[in-house]
C-alpha cells in the first residue's frame, strides 16, 4: 500500500467536502438547512459532497492497481477522522454527528460506486491505449 498517496487524497478529498459543504451551506443558508424536508436536505447537502466524493476516489482508484477497495475505505476513513478531529477542536468536545447513521451507508455507496467507476476508467483507458499503440504500429509497418 501507498501510504503517501493515501494521505494525499485524504487530504485532498477533506478539502473539497469542506469546500462544498461550506459553499451548499452558505448558498442555502445554515438557519433553513435543518428545517428542510429529507429531500431537499438530500440535494441541498447529500448529492454535491456525493459528487465530488465520487469524483476523487474514482479518480484515485483508476491510480490502483491491486486492493482498490482497500485504498479507497482508508482515504475515506482518513478524510473523514480529519473532519471529525477538526469539528470536535471547533467546538471543544467530541462532536459525532446525529445523522451518522445516514452518513455510513451512503460512505459505503461512494466507495463502492468510487470502485467501480474507476477501475471502468482504468480499463477503458488501457483499451484505448493499445488502441492506438496498435493503429501506430501498422502505420509504421505500412499495414
Given amino acids: 500500500m501507498n501510504f503517501l ?4 487524497y485524504s487530504l485532498i478529498l477533506f478539502v473539497i467536502q ?12 445554515v438557519d433553513h438547512l435543518a428545517s428542510r424536508s ?8 447529500y448529492i454535491p459532497t456525493i459528487l465530488v466524493s465520487l469524483l476523487v476516489l474514482s479518480f484515485y482508484a483508476k491510480t490502483q492497481r491491486n ?19 477538526v469539528v470536535s477542536i471547533l467546538m471543544g468536545e467530541f462532536y459525532v454527528s446525529p445523522t451518522w447513521f445516514i452518513d455510513l451507508p451512503i460512505a459505503a455507496l461512494v466507495i463502492g460506486l468510487s ?10 483507458t ?10 501506430d504500429a501498422a502505420s509504421r509497418t505500412g499495414s
Fill in 126 to 135: 488501457k483499451l484505448l491505449h493499445n488502441k492506438s499503440s496498435n493503429t
Fill in 38 to 45: 429529507p429531500s431537499n436536505l438530500l440535494m441541498y447537502h
Fill in 18 to 29: 469542506t469546500a462544498v459543504s461550506t459553499a451548499s451551506t452558505m448558498l442555502n443558508d
Fill in 5 to 8: 498517496s493515501i494521505l494525499k
Fill in 67 to 85: 486492493w482498490i477497495l482497500l485504498h479507497l475505505l482508508a482515504v475515506f476513513s482518513l478524510s473523514e477522522l480529519f473532519g471529525f478531529a
Fill in 115 to 124: 470502485a467501480i467507476i474507476g477501475s471502468k476508467v482504468m480499463t477503458l
